[in-house]
């Protein structure tokens, strides 16, 4: 049954889009089919954002279709079908023209900047949620007594927990070449170069090198400055030689920057960013927490957040936990917050019903439905929900709250955050769902704010 309404669903949403004649191309992500139109004159948005499943739609460098965690797989799973049954889709063919017309629209450096970071980190995203979980649960049972520290068991669950974080910044490496052009086993070795405990026995400039000094910054302007090497090279060298010569020169010319100039300024960027943040939520406190929690959301909707992912990474890496990613994630229970008051107050079955298919998700920290299907369209419960996550990330600045790795906010980010700080952070989730939902439902919604929801 579920699957035949998945099916349904995947009908409802191809029909609007012109059907799979006009599908250029398409993916999805943790919560979004994300498709490329031929012909965007053909799509029917407004009858999209109908649908009962589709939580709403968001027009970007792709026609993003919000339907949830978990529901996306098997919608698109469907969606696919649909297309192959009709003949597929030659994406090379299709979708080169509308990929032309997108890149000129979303070519500005910052933009393109931003969507290179995102494609660095976001497939590490899954690696990092799974091993942040089992190395906060973990530490959680052995504080508990539940497990003695020592045991064989807790060591073999550290090991699998903690082994990603210890290794990175190959995994960077790999990912930062890919989306410069450069091959990702050379991306690799510049994250090795970084990380090599070997690197603890060179002596430059009356200085001796610190394996892991720069951190994935280091990394990343390493792996970008080999792909760029090695395309640069590439021109130069006979197709015969081209297999031993480019990858050589590249390593070895690599090799010298990194050492000589990649790891120092990689350090002192680290040094800016993670001593700059520490300082002001010292010296801030819970006013810093305020204005870092409010500002979240409009950074998600404009895709800024993206950004960040190195930022709280090098955090961990450098001060052994990060207390950025606990303040940041009270956006999401502000939005929790100013959804439940909206469905308190409204007597709009649709509109209920899209809060209804985005609250669970919003909960366990994927707060794009809620964001894009419900506060955002509305308008004034999206600044009341900023408003709630500010009181949340000053109580989170205020009382020092860290996590020890990264992952989904919401109530799931419990299990990474610091040992003996977990009751502290849950109360101030519970504060910003509270000051959410008390600022909406006092001045952020009235029903005749709902029109399109009729």
Known sequence: MAGENNKVLAEKILEQLGGSTNIGNYTHCMTRLRVTPNDESVVNKAALKKIDGVLGVVEEETLQIILGPGKVNKVTE?????IDASGGINLKERAASTKSEINK???????????KIAGIFIPLI????????????????VQAGWLAGDSQLATILS????GLFGYLGILVGTNAAKEFGGSPALGAIAGILIINPAVAGIHLFGTDLLPGRGGLIGVLFAAIFIALVEKRVRKFVPTS????????VALLVTGIVTYLVFMPIGGFVSDVITKGLTSLLDMGGAVAG???????????VTGLHQGLTPIHLELINTIGDDP?????AMGGAGQVGAAFAIYVKTKKKRLKQAIGGGLPAGILGIGEPLIFGVTLPLGRPFLTACLGAGVGGAFQAAFGIATIAIGVSGLPLAFIVVTGQVLLYLVG???AYAAGFVFTYLFGFKDEMAGEFD
């Open 429 to 431: 989730v519970l504060i």
């Open 78 to 82: 469907e969606f696919g079908k649909l």
């Open 159 to 162: 090991v699998i927990g903690g």
């Open 126 to 141: 899954p690696a990092l949620v799974a091993s942040g979980l089992i190395t906060g649960i973990t530490k959680a049972i």
């Open 241 to 248: 030689l081209d297999l031993f010569v480019t990858p050589t």
């Open 290 to 300: 305020f204005v870092l929690g409010a500002t979240f959301l409009p950074l998600v």
């Open 105 to 115: 629209k979303n070519a500005t450096p910052f933009k393109l900047f931003l969507r």
């Open 324 to 328: 950025l990613l606990p303040i940041l």
